[in-house]
Nanobody, 125 residues
Framework: QVQLVESGGALVQAGGSLRLSCAAS????????MGWFRQAPGKEREFVAS????????YYADSVKGRFTISRDNAKNTAYLQMNSLKPEDTAVYYC??????????????????WGQGTQVTVSS
């Protein structure tokens, strides 16, 4: 079992930055692919970014590429999402997720076994 706790969500002005953190319990964090997803009101949950267990491979949704950076620190059992140049359309609840590393890009929700409770990000115009 892996428990995930997100933090770092806040209200920020357009153009600003935030860093989300996802702290994981358990000793097997380094074996999991990690992903970030988001869900805006009235919309389906969508993929944001993922990172392989080693951190060597990362993948991004086109909508955040060049603005967001996913990273991880396996020694701290923590994954991060650095979000720069935020836009109002980035407003959503952001979730981190952990899953088996054998999926190639981790873009699909069913590829993950564990989910956090979410953290709210609101970007004002």
């Amino acid at each position: 079992q892996v428990q995930l706790v997100e933090s770092g969500g806040a209200l920020v002005q357009a153009g600003g930055s935030l860093r989300l953190s996802c702290a994981a319990s358990g000793r097997t964090f380094s074996s999991y692919k990690m992903g970030w997803f988001r869900q805006a009101p009235g919309k389906e949950r969508e993929f944001v970014a993922s990172i392989s267990n080693s951190g060597r491979n990362t993948y991004y949704a086109d909508s955040v590429k060049g603005r967001f950076t996913i990273s991880r620190d396996n020694a701290k059992n923590t994954a991060y999402l650095q979000m720069n140049s935020l836009k109002p359309e980035d407003t959503a609840v952001y979730y981190c997720a952990a899953g088996p590393n054998y999926y190639s890009d981790g873009r699909l929700s069913p590829q993950y076994d564990y989910w956090g409770q979410g953290t709210q990000v609101t970007v004002s115009s």
